[in-house]
């Protein structure tokens, strides 16, 4: 008789490479089919409609109520060209998932049906809201919440079966206007970054008039077999493994890393790019990762707006189709202990209408400079607002991740290669005080372009262990985690960024007004600014030891669990930086702590009682069986009359399960009350840090006890899939 994690095995053995492909079809001739986008605009709005969408993107404009009837028409005619019967505004709550409410175009009219989607339908929706997240901003009696169309990010049409439905991506607002979603605030965080680069780049580039931050994320995920998958409670309701001795053979051997893709995986891969491709995503690369059954990809960047919706989607995506192919995706920063984790590293750079990348060095001596100021000026922001970033990067799966095998410590450090440092070590020399009066702009000028080979970008990228590295062309903040909304730390990174772009050109101007060139005085600032920010600097290896200690005594934080790292959200710094720009207001904030917090707690809590209830109902019954062969094997030894010395192993063993088995019982009743008592502080960070405290440390004496069982336990009657099993069967 095989158990279910036996049958699993046997299923996932004997399954067959699912394809589909559409044969012979190139990638142009089905791109964005799916997306209301430029192309489809043309074609199906007026002139004036056209013509205010794309003054909406660019400037931010109201679209009238005229001209949003107008756009509506277009739409709901192109959308059901290609078969939508249905509409939904698409959002992203503070849930961590994308939310959707469908409704139908076809409306009962006169004993028939006629379909119909206003300009007021396109513009404004209000969900029923009560299950999201507000924080306190909105109580449930009052439920109301509104999702209002962003014209920044197309709309698109969603394929489920044979379901089409177009979807609307929008910003979800309370009643009274405070942002519940993670979009709001970046938009907002990105215009304030543009006004504040804008002043800059004009002192070069008189013809900008737009500055946009960019984004080209990287997707890591792991893959696992559908039957493996529902052989695992953990999995299905935590996406992680509570439990599981490591494998005999981990990834120690590294050969899975850029190794062939196995058939089945490619099957998959071919067939979600397709439905990305479909929908504009311009996912452009895939490989193995590190870690055995782990996998990447990546597209080309994009503007971050557009870039972080394409990511909730393609998330949204590879889930839906793994289940096709009887996959599943696990998205979890730490599926598997001892493995490595997963990331999502964030590419992050600026760029001008003009088409200039502002974190590219030139080719000209005066492009440098530009790129100079925007270089130092990230550098510094980084420094100074490291504990923000790290804040925006907290969650309960990321605290697994950070610091463990192969990801980068929850020291926030930048790491900018050997030409750009040695670049800023001459400009410190000779941009010292006591020498700048002899100092000839053109001389300088002529010296920074000759440090800034254009080889670059191969020479840049040599450091993997840093969290946030420059890579030739753009900053690559690899502390994301791979189930994260990138929406949270871009919003961070533009804030800090145009904060610290508005103190420059104050600095700047000051200068310029007491008589220096604009050269000069640029320089001096970034000289000071260089200085100033090299605690924040690290090229050397960002996993050893030594840098925890070396870190510590620079000054820089190393927080390692969330509740902890949410804290920074509240200090005075970060409502400077986050309040005082207007891209949260002071109770959006709080109310984003308060959620962050209560996340976190809900977490452990769903990990606990999923543990409890898997060494109990699953661990402990198989555990006792077989201490009870044993127990009738040493019975049957004695009744045959042989010696007692011929029990021994049994005996000992008998013994050493009792031992694992009750100390499993003690733990998971220590971790109940701890439980019970969770809820007993005043605030939400008071239960989460309880929950941080005093939960989560029995996960590790449950784990190291049942992993043991797992290790001497009849390997016929273990419940569980097994690491070897999770990890190497596809
Ligand atoms: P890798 O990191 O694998 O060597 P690349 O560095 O070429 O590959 O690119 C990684 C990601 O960085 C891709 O998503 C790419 O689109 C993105 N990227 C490249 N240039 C920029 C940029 N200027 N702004 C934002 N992302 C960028
Ligand atoms: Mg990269």
Redesign the pocket.
Known sequence: MSNSRKKAVETVVGREVISHRLAGAKVSDYYASNVFNDTAMREYLSDDAYKAVKTAIKTGTKISREIADAVAAGMKSWAMKKGATSYTHWFQPLTGLTAEKHDMFFMPKDGGAVEVFSGDALVQQEPDASSFPSGGIRATFEARGYTAWDPGSPAFIMEIGQGKTLCIPTIFISYTGESLDYKAPLLKASHFLEQAALPIVRMFDKDANRVTA?????QEYFLIDEALYYSRPDLMFSGRTLTGAAPQKGQQFEDHYFGSIPERVYAYMLDFETECHKLGIPIR?RHNEVAPSQFEC????EEVNVAVDHNQLLMDLMDRVAKRHKLRVLLHEKPFAGVNGSGK?N???L?TDTGT?L?SPGKTPKNNLLFLAFFVNVIKAVNEYSDLLRASIASANNDHRLGANEAPPAIISAFIGSYMTDVLNEIEIRVAKDKYDELSNANLKLDIHNKIPDVMLDNT?RNRTSPFAF?G??F?FRAVGSSANCAQSMTVMNAIVGKQLLDFKVEVDKLIKGGETKEGAMMRVLRQYYTESKRILFEGDGYSEAWEKEAKKRGLSNVKTTPYALDFYTTKKAKDVLVKTGIYNERELDARIEILHHNYSLKIDTEARILSDMVTNQVIPVALGYMNKLIENVKGLKEIGLPAASAKMQKELVSKIAGHVNAIKEAVDKMDTALENAHKGKTSADHSKAYCDKVKPFFDVIRNHTDALEAVVDDNTWPLPKYRELLFIR
Do not use: I, R, V
Request: charged fraction near 20%; charge should be negative; glycine fraction near 4%.
């Open positions: 960019t984004l080209g994320w990287e690369t990546a597209p080309m960047f590293h590419n992050w750079s760029s990348n974190l990228d890579t062309n753009k690559e």
